[in-house]
């Protein structure tokens, strides 16, 4: 089955500063790779995705890129604010079974004002 | 009342205690999901039910025993838990197409603690 990995699991930046949280997946038949942010006390939520046909995708201030052959796909926060404080988690959809999704462990980002 | 909505939001219980969680989905969506939260760890997947079948169960102990009635509802029951149950409980939903999940919505979690 799947297994991802993230990394960093903290991670501290001034306002202004952009953050890059990284992940890795085991299974090379996944083919979609969401990110989901979950501020403190509340549920987590889809803040952008990318599917395995395209390499990069952007939103605003966050981006995510997708290197297949080496399994790895990263978020990108540019021009931090303190609301991007928050656990962002990675996930890769499961190419068995029903198509779950696996998440990683997570990354706890603080933005100092 | 829109999007996914959990009961109760907190739940302390004894080890031979009784408990259930509730879930409701207003989103149309045909697949419901159980998802435990500990701390430092990933987002665990417990059960999977679709269009009102459960189709996977990730080795879960029986002390816990899901229960969809219909396409909006699901259910966890609680019996005999542990301390180590102690999580965050979410519930979400997605809407599936085929094989694949779509994009997961979840609820706001109910927060378990076992004594």
């Known amino acids: 089955g799947e297994n991802v990995e993230q990394h960093p699991s903290t991670l501290s930046v001034q306002e202004g500063d952009s953050a890059v949280i990284k992940c890795t997946y085991s299974d090379s038949a996944s083919n979609y790779f969401p990110w989901y942010k979950q501020e403190l006390g509340k549920r987590p939520q889809l803040i952008i995705d990318i599917r395995s046909n395209v390499g990069e995708k952007k939103d605003q201030r966050i981006a995510v890129t997708l290197n297949k052959t080496a399994k790895h796909f990263s978020l990108h926060i540019t021009e931090t604010q303190p609301e991007d404080s928050a656990v962002y988690f990675c996930a890769a959809r499961d190419g068995g079974s029903q198509g779950n999704l696996i998440f990683g462990k997570g990354t706890k980002l603080s933005v100092k004002p | 009342e829109t999007g996914v909505t959990q009961t109760p939001r907190h739940l302390v219980m004894g080890m031979t205690n009784k408990k259930s969680l509730k879930c409701e989905q207003h989103l149309g969506h045909n697949a419901m999901y159980w998802y435990k939260q500990s701390a430092k760890k990933p987002l665990e997947l417990m059960f999977v039910y679709s269009l009102e079948e459960r189709v996977e169960n990730n080795s879960v102990p029986s002390r816990f025993s899901p229960e969809c009635p219909n396409s909006s509802h699901l259910f966890l029951h609680l019996h005999t838990l542990q301390p180590e149950d102690s999580a965050l409980y979410l519930c979400?939903?997605?809407?599936?197409?085929?094989?694949?999940?779509?994009?997961?919505?979840f609820g706001e979690g109910s927060r378990l603690t076992v004594l």
């Open positions: 979400a939903s997605s809407h599936l197409q085929g094989f694949n999940t779509g994009e997961l919505f």
